[in-house]
């Protein structure tokens, strides 16, 4: 059996949300042809890479194959797995590209072994993105596999929840290049206080709590102003260019809410889904202006959140 599976980008944290809370993005998508034949043993290999990002994916042990090793693992599966990476998700800006390809992955094998434990899935997925961040982070993969926005609320046992949208935003995402890209995760991860004032505790559970509201029920405003964060944000301040510089000034000229896009440099800005395109080009003008004048090379896109991971039998 042969299958093409594709999974899209995805923004972690969401502000407040630290692990817990994941946006699918419909920016970029990776997409991994999965071809499995039936054997008495088990073998997992790459067998090509390609794509803008290839460079950054270790044809040996990269998200793909752990997440199809794990996979097999898990259900007690003998088989030999063949697999072929398009790496489109642009690596180390806080768009989720490690998890997009290991979601991907677990899509396909789910359609081929008929599973269907969301739960499973999002855990097997994780532990896959281990060989990229170098330890298990489901909230990413979560959003990659399901799509829309999700919600981590248990660890020990893995549970997730998509969280129902009365509304969809209009997004837009301004990406940095960024000035690390290995072990950017990791080095992200690091900077976090282990210790943290109960008064911040207390401000974040009541934002990631409007944040939550506010898409449940459809005031974008209030959602908006749940993306505010006082303890992870703060921290990361070295790796995020300019983010603290434009946040207030982008909320000024009509956003809703600002946070940044997982570890960073990326920053997600949620905008009414009829914001005019004058105000649009205004902020991307402000963008590119603001950062030209720093000498830092950024993108910006449009973009709308993106439904779940898709799978195609290329070969029954």
Same mark, same amino acid.
Request: aromatic share 4%; no cysteine.
């Given at each position: 059996m042969k299958l093409k599976a594709i999974a899209y980008s995805s923004s972690a944290n969401l502000g407040p949300g630290y692990d817990v809370l994941a946006m699918a993005i419909d920016l970029f998508y990776d997409e991994v042809i999965v071809e499995i034949k039936k054997s008495s043993t088990t073998r997992i290999e790459t067998v090509n890479v390609s794509g803008p990002y290839s460079s950054y994916v270790p044809i040996s042990e990269n998200t793909a194959t752990a997440a199809a090793k794990e996979f097999l693992k898990r259900y007690n599966i003998e088989a030999e797995i063949k697999l072929k990476i398009v790496k489109n998700v642009p690596v180390g800006r806080g768009l989720g590209s490690s998890g997009a390809t290991a979601a991907a992955t677990v899509a396909a094998l789910a359609k081929a072994f008929n599973i269907s434990n969301v739960n499973e899935l999002v855990k097997i997925a994780a532990e896959g993105e281990k060989a990229a961040a170098g330890a298990p982070h489901p909230d990413n993969v979560a959003a990659s596999l399901l799509g829309g926005i999700v919600l981590i609320y248990s660890r020990r046992p893995l549970k997730v929840v998509k969280i129902p949208l009365k509304i969809k935003p209009k997004i837009i995402i301004i990406s940095p290049e960024p000035s690390i890209i290995k072990d950017k995760t990791k080095y992200a991860r690091s900077l *976090?206080?282990?210790? !943290?004032?109960?008064?911040?505790?207390?401000?974040?559970?009541?934002?990631?709590?409007?944040? *939550?509201?506010?898409? !449940?029920?459809?005031?974008?405003k209030l959602a908006g102003e749940g993306m505010e964060d006082s303890i992870v944000e703060p921290a990361r301040k070295p790796i995020l260019p300019l983010y603290f510089e434009v946040k207030e000034k982008l909320k000024n000229m009509g956003a809703l809410g600002v946070c940044v896009s997982g570890a960073g440099p990326s920053i997600l800005v949620m905008f009414e889904p009829n914001v005019s395109k004058q105000t649009l080009e205004k902020i991307k003008e402000y963008i590119v202006e603001e950062y030209s004048r720093r000498e830092i090379k950024t993108h910006i896109y449009e973009a709308s959140i993106a439904d779940g991971a898709k799978v195609e039998i290329i070969e029954g």
């Open positions: *976090i206080p282990k210790m !943290i004032p109960l008064e911040n505790v207390v401000l974040n559970t009541g934002r990631i709590a409007a944040l *939550i509201t506010g898409f !449940i029920t459809g005031n974008l």
